[in-house]
């Protein structure tokens, strides 16, 4: 099984600041799909973005983005301009397309606290 | 929106019962999902389903059991439960076919065996 390690178990940021969250996984395939989920203290895993690894552009969502370094299997997280309401736990996740139900690997996860 | 939704969001358990754990998503997704969710151990996936009465073991199906009649509901059974199986249980859908789509979760259901 593919393993991911977030090796950031906790990171604070100011509000309004830029703060990068660390993926990194280990695979031998060459196509496979990569995600970030964030999960606030209500438990509802949200998805924040997501990357196809075949695509060379990094993906975008508003202040949220990636950095997609295949070659190092990196998939780090960038959120500009930081708010209050980010502060939650946010996962990285491998789906691997060799295997049947498509399931997802986690990493174990990266706390991120948002100060004012 | 999908929508998955699991049958308690708490509950607590004696050492020894057998325990449901219901989901059910309004989507007519093939695939559902059993996850544990431990304080630095990240989400483990505990089975998972990819049709009406099929099952596949995740990385810790020890203690576990799973049914699928419908294919709209997705349940996992703790045969006899134990302190070790607290935790937070996540379950999860995804389409088959939609490779791109990312899985859906339910809130969550805190289980406490005392």
């Known amino acids: 099984a593919q393993t991911v390690t977030q090796s950031q178990p906790e990171m604070s940021v100011q509000e309004a600041e830029t703060v990068t969250l660390s993926c990194t996984y280990d695979?031998?395939?060459?196509?496979?799909?990569l995600f970030w989920y964030k999960q606030p203290p209500s438990r509802q895993m949200i998805l924040v973005i997501r990357q196809e690894a075949y695509k060379q552009q990094n993906a975008t969502e508003n202040r949220f983005s990636v950095n997609f370094q295949k070659a190092a299997k990196s998939f780090s997280l960038k959120i500009s301009d930081s708010q209050l309401g980010d502060a939650a736990m946010y996962f990285c996740a491998y789906r691997s397309l060799s295997v049947s139900g498509y399931a997802l690997n986690f990493g174990k996860g990266t706390s991120l606290l948002v100060t004012p | 929106d999908v929508k998955v939704t699991q049958s308690s969001r708490y509950l607590v358990k004696r050492t020894g019962e057998k325990v449901f754990l219901e989901c059910v998503q309004d989507m007519d997704h093939e695939n559902m999902f059993w996850y544990r969710q431990d304080p630095g151990l990240g989400l483990r996936l505990i089975y998972f389903?990819?049709?009406?009465?099929?099952?596949e073991k995740g990385d810790i199906p020890e203690g576990y059991s799973v049914s699928r009649e419908k294919k709209e509901r997705f349940s996992l059974i703790l045969e006899s439960a134990s302190t070790n199986q607290t935790s937070m249980y996540l379950c999860a859908s995804s389409p088959m076919d939609i490779l791109w789509e990312p899985q859906h979760f339910g809130d969550g259901t805190r289980l406490s065996i005392l």
């Open positions: 695979t031998s395939e060459s196509d496979y799909y």
């Open positions: 389903s990819y049709d009406v009465k099929m099952k």
